[in-house]
Structures are given as C-alpha cells and as structure tokens.
C-alpha cells in the first residue's frame, strides 16, 4: 500500500513539487497541471466547474490531481492560491486581468490606428508588468552567470521566437561575446550545433505550439551535456523542461495576434546586464594587476 502524500503547505511548494512530478503525470493530469501553474489566480478565485470548462477536463479530474498532491480534495488546494492571492501576490492577478482586457477588446470594433495603438500598449504594459513578477533577480543573475561561465553561446529561435533570438545574438556579437545564431537556413540546424559542447550554452526562445526544431535543437545539445537557458511561456513546456533555467515570459494577446513587447524587454534586460556585468570583472582583474611602478632593482 504506498504512503499517503504530505499536501504542500503553500502555494509555492505546490509549484515545485508540480513540477518535480509534472513528467510522471498521466496525460489528463498534465493538461492540469499546467493550467495550475499559468492560470494560479483563477484556480484560486473560480469555482470547479469554470476550471474544468477553461482547462478542458471534467471536474471529477480536478479533484483527483489534487488528491494525488496530497489534498483531501480541490477546494484545499484552492485555499493555497487564494491565501498567496489575499497577501498581496501582483503576479496572481495577471491572468484574470488579461483575460477583462481581452473581453474588453474583442467587444469592440476595430477603430481607427489610434486606437489600435492604444490597445497595444495597453495589452503589452500588462504583460511587462507580469514580467517583473515573474521573473526574478536570482533567475536573472543565474542566467547572466551561465552566459558569462560560457564559451560560447547558441542562440536560437524558430518562427514567431526568430525575432528575439536574432536580437539576443546580434547584441552579443556587438559585446564582443563568441556566439553562434542558429537560424537553420537550407535545414542546417543539426550541422550549426555540430560543434557544441559541455562549456556552451544554448539560449533557446519558444513558445507554444513550440517548434519542433526547438525541441529537436534542446535535446541534442542536452545530450552533450551542454547547459541550456530557455526562454517560453510555460515552466513545463517541452522546451522548458530539459532547460538548465527556464525564464518565463507570459506575452500579451491583443485582438489574437500575439506580441513579443516582453520577450524583448527581457533580452535587451540580458544582453546589457551580462555586457556591465564582463566590463566590471575586466576591471576588477585590472585592478589587481601590478602597476610596474614599485618593482625592485
């Protein structure tokens, strides 16, 4: 008979453990799970049936994923939301504001430029908004140590994720940083990692429905056991998974064409920390160095 589970105490430990066990879930389970982690205010605030609706399962489903974290049912496991959400938790809300701004939006008939203008940076001040919620300093500074630890960095990015991969390296390129674009031309991906290794980084940038090639590109270099920082919309995204450190970015959605505002944002917040963060260990090695002045005869 196997022991029974110790639920989390706090929403954040009920994150981590979904993670720790999201690849040992049945399909179905899965489909929850990630629900659970990109959509936490409402399974706080929401009642069964509006979650089972939004996330496509039947409510009997909810109740037994909770049940396998150990909860005596959903509403439990409820609680641990809503109690993050009562203390002041900004990064909870996002999901139910985007959601009014896009009833708003879609209710309306599409005006002149202006207005459209107003929409989009309306949609996209949310999402950069999430952004300094959900990603933090720490995932910062470790993704600036794995760029700064390594020597040399892919950089890819496939379909709507190709602008923001094209950015990232051409901005290490302009730093002086060894970097390689895989940008797959002629169906070279496979041949442009050819020479990747445990002392390199892949930045990868995806978002669902998640390239293939992306995921292809992820695999293979985990297999050479190189380090791997990927940037997507899900922590339990096929390309999220295999990930070294994942940074999410949750982009806007105005009139159902999705933005890059925040994808941008985050890699222009990379590129320029790692740049100050090179030029201030050069300087400090400099400093350390011997003057030439005071050496005896």
């Given at each position: 008979m196997a022991e029974p589970v110790t639920p989390p105490t706090t929403a954040e430990e009920l994150r981590s453990a979904i993670l720790d066990r999201y690849e040992s879930l049945s399909k179905r389970l899965k489909q929850i799970?990630?629900?659970?982690?990109?959509?936490?205010?409402?399974?706080?605030?929401?009642?069964?049936?509006?979650?089972?609706?939004?996330?496509?399962?039947?409510?009997?489903?909810?109740?037994?994923?909770?049940?396998?974290?150990?909860?005596?049912?959903?509403?439990?496991?409820?609680?641990?939301?809503?109690?993050?959400?009562?203390?002041?938790?900004?990064?909870?809300?996002?999901?139910?504001?985007?959601?009014?701004?896009?009833?708003?939006?879609?209710?309306?008939?599409?005006?002149?430029?202006?207005?459209?203008?107003?929409?989009?940076?309306?949609?996209?001040?949310?999402?950069?908004?999430?952004?300094?919620?959900?990603?933090?300093?720490?995932?910062?500074?470790?993704?600036?140590?794995?760029?700064?630890?390594?020597?040399?960095?892919?950089?890819?990015?496939?379909?709507?994720?190709?602008?923001?991969?094209?950015?990232?390296?051409?901005?290490?390129?302009?730093?002086d940083k060894k970097t390689v674009f895989i940008d797959s031309l002629g169906g070279m991906t496979r041949q442009q990692i050819h020479g990747i290794t445990p002392r390199d980084l892949l930045i990868s940038v995806s978002y669902h429905p998640y390239a293939e090639e992306a995921v292809q590109l992820i695999e293979a270099a985990v297999d050479r056991d190189c380090k791997v920082l990927s940037i997507s919309d899900s922590l339990v995204s096929p390309v999220a998974k295999p990930a070294s450190l994942v940074l999410q970015v949750r982009e806007a959605e105005i009139r159902k064409f999705r933005s890059l505002s925040a994808s941008m944002c985050l890699a222009q917040a990379l590129v320029i920390s790692f740049a100050f963060s090179t030029a201030q260990t050069t300087r400090n090695r400099s400093s350390m160095k011997p003057s030439g002045k005071h050496r005896s005869k």
């Open positions: 799970a990630r629900y659970v982690l990109d959509e936490p205010n409402a399974v706080a605030l929401e009642t069964l049936a509006v979650l089972a609706d939004r996330s496509g399962v039947q409510p009997s489903a909810i109740v037994r994923f909770a049940k396998s974290f150990g909860f005596d049912g959903a509403t439990q496991m409820q609680r641990l939301f809503r109690d993050g959400l009562l203390s002041g938790n900004a990064a909870l809300a996002y999901g139910e504001r985007v959601r009014q701004f896009s009833e708003t939006v879609d209710g309306k008939a599409v005006g002149d430029p202006g207005q459209v203008l107003a929409e989009f940076i309306e949609g996209n001040t949310l999402a950069l908004q999430n952004l300094g919620e959900i990603v933090s300093s720490a995932d910062m500074a470790a993704a600036v140590k794995m760029m700064a630890q390594a020597d040399t960095i892919y950089v890819a990015g496939f379909r709507r994720s190709f602008p923001v991969a094209a950015y990232i390296a051409y901005s290490l390129h302009q730093v």
